[in-house]
């Protein structure tokens, strides 16, 4: 009643098609000790890849690791067959990487800036004229057509972000990053702090951007999500790799078991 639907069934159709590697991982290993380590494996075109674990497991820093926002001891990197150096956030989104990161709040969000500067705020250069003068109509337009695609409830795209609900936040924050045009995306934990009418909708952005041939990797916490949601996936334990398996024959069982495997 509170979302006015029927909630049988909770997450969408996935009818995308993973097709050919598109990010490979080789051996990424992290500086610290109790950190990620050794850790492969693929990522395909068009394929939504689950990520769960327990509390402590690593799967943040890795992810971050990836996007260039800790520092990779030893290990590679490979997009589309071809090795990349990537240092920093500058240097994933050179290389079509966007990542939506766990804290929405607090690494997510300009709290204080309108729906349009947080829409717009990772593609500044997009923006600027011949005359180095930013063009506010093309912002207001790529904005518009942001809360339009993602069906954002807001009353203007001058109205504050942090008077939008946790979902609709969200929705900014994905139209942020698609204005990026990345091929690969990292989702860390995308629904928490979401109702579950919002969860839905957010489920089928994501299955959306996948049919469309967008790379996802999807950190959650929730394995009812991880089941829905996922192609494969990828458990860790204690920052190692403990198993990838297919969405389709995981069990709870499977992945409590995979999780669970490194503890000591």
């Known amino acids: 009643r509170m979302v006015g639907r029927d909630l049988t069934n909770r997450f969408p159709e996935r009818d995308n098609k993973p097709s050919n590697v598109i990010l490979k991982i080789e051996g990424l290993t992290s500086p610290f000790q109790k950190s990620f380590k050794d850790v492969s494996f693929e990522l395909r075109k068009g394929e939504i ?15 971050e690791g990836i996007f260039g926002l800790r520092t990779i001891e030893s290990g590679k990197i490979f997009i589309n067959d071809k090795e990349v150096k990537i240092k920093s956030p500058i240097d994933a989104k050179k290389h079509k990487v966007a990542l939506l990161t766990e804290e929405r709040r607090s690494t997510g969000i300009f709290p204080v800036l309108s729906v349009l500067e947080n829409t717009v705020i990772a593609n500044v250069d997009r923006y600027i004229n011949r005359f180095g003068i930013l063009d506010d109509k093309k912002r207001r337009e790529d904005t518009e057509e942001g809360i339009r695609k993602l069906n954002t409830k807001t009353p203007s795209f001058k109205t504050l972000i942090q008077d939008l609900s946790g979902g609709n936040q969200q929705k900014v924050l994905l139209a942020k990053w698609l204005l990026t045009e990345p091929d690969i995306l990292i989702l860390d934990e995308p629904t928490r702090g979401i109702d579950v009418g919002a969860k839905y909708e957010i489920y089928s952005i994501i299955v959306e951007l996948a049919k469309q041939g967008k790379s996802i990797i999807m950190i959650s916490s929730e394995m009812p999500e991880l089941l829905g949601m996922s192609d494969r996936i990828m458990i860790m334990c204690n920052g190692r790799l403990s198993g990838i398996i297919d969405g389709r024959t995981a069990t709870e069982e499977k992945i409590m078991t995979l999780a669970s495997k490194y503890m000591s």
């Not at 890849?49 to 992810?63: D, I, M, P």
Request: glycine fraction near 26%; aromatic fraction near 0%; charge should be neutral.
């Open 49 to 63: 890849l689950g990520v769960g674990g327990l509390v402590g497991a690593q799967r943040t820093e890795l992810l």
